[in-house]
């Protein structure tokens, strides 16, 4: 496998360069995609609407303490797969990277083309880090607890019950591992292509508590393969606002595809505050303008590449 230098700007081309590092005969199962995804969901899915900071902006995760959060244990595998492209394009910020490494990885599953565009940069040092970002730890889903949880975390990011269902249907790629989140075992039985199986699996399969000396969690056997849920997984259909779009989209895999492209291409941009020449400067917007967040003009809030300029708009994959 050989790694090219691409021209600055061809992110298709970027895109090739990612396949070829998504087989990893000697990783999970044998694939790099859903760590990639994880990455992407890692490196925006800490944003915070009340503190105006955090999101794939500036690629945070590379200094500590967000590099050694428990939340964020066995990127650094995510991270050293794309090294080499990395290291071949300079070009490209890592924030970059990252996030287009992501949709990358769920197209390649099989799943839906989701919108990105570039812009993004990268902090210098660390002390740049957290100077701007702050204290990101303890704010993605902790995966032990139900649906109020649930609805904090992402409420704080802005989404809606429909995206929280949406987005938890991520959870169709990879598996848990005992020395990162404490959890163990795949959602889906092919845990490397992306479907509507997890909803369909939550709806029709008797899940038992897991009788082991790790945390709680559910699990049930299909087709030989021993499955789990979190309970996080189960509070999507013992909620009465979460459940509906369970079964929507156990129903209608193109409905599924179709919000989760949009909710993940949203998660992606949070915290990316673009200028006019598409570029992400990493400042406080809204501290700057001394106003709350949630009354600033984002771009790409609601349309991830609405009031953009021409380098994001045009060049957006």
């Not at 609805?151 to 990879?174: K, N």
């Amino acid at each position: 496998m050989s790694i090219q230098s691409i021209k600055e700007g061809d992110y298709e081309g970027i895109r090739g360069e990612i396949r070829k590092v998504l087989k990893q005969p000697q990783y999970d199962d044998g694939s790099a995609g859903p760590v990639f995804v994880r990455l992407a969901w890692h490196a925006s899915g800490n944003f915070s609407l009340v503190e105006h900071n955090g999101g794939s902006n500036g690629a945070g995760m590379r200094f500590a303490p967000e590099s050694t959060d428990p939340a964020n244990a066995g990127l650094t595998h995510a991270i050293d797969f794309l090294m080499p492209i990395q290291a071949a394009n300079p070009w490209i910020s890592h924030s970059d990277l990252w996030t287009l490494a992501g949709i990358t990885a769920i197209e390649a599953a099989g799943g839906p083309r989701v919108p990105w565009q570039p812009g993004r940069t990268d902090y210098t040092s660390a002390a740049a880090a957290e100077e701007h970002r702050g204290q990101v730890g303890d704010r993605l889903p902790d995966g032990a607890k139900g649906a109020d949880h649930i609805r904090e975390v992402f409420s704080r990011m802005g989404f809606t019950d429909q995206e929280i269902v949406a987005l938890s249907g991520a959870h169709a790629l990879g598996r848990c591992h005992p020395d990162r989140s404490g959890f163990d075992g795949p959602w889906v039985v092919n845990p490397t292509r992306f479907s509507n199986q997890y909803y369909k699996l939550l709806l029709t399969r008797k899940w038992v508590p897991r009788q082991w000396d790790g945390p709680f969690q559910y699990e049930t056997t299909v087709a030989g393969t021993k499955l789990m849920m979190l309970p996080t997984d189960m509070a999507l259909i013992e909620d009465e606002k979460f459940r509906p779009w369970v079964e929507k989209y156990a129903k209608d895999q193109d409905l599924f595809f179709k919000d989760f492209s949009l909710a993940f291409g949203k998660l992606l941009e949070l915290g990316v505050d673009r200028d006019d020449t598409g570029f992400a400067k990493l400042v406080k917007k809204a501290a700057e303008e001394g106003k709350p967040l949630d009354k600033v003009k984002m771009a790409g809030w609601g349309c991830p590449f609405a009031g953009t300029g021409p380098r994001g708009r045009d060049a957006k994959l």
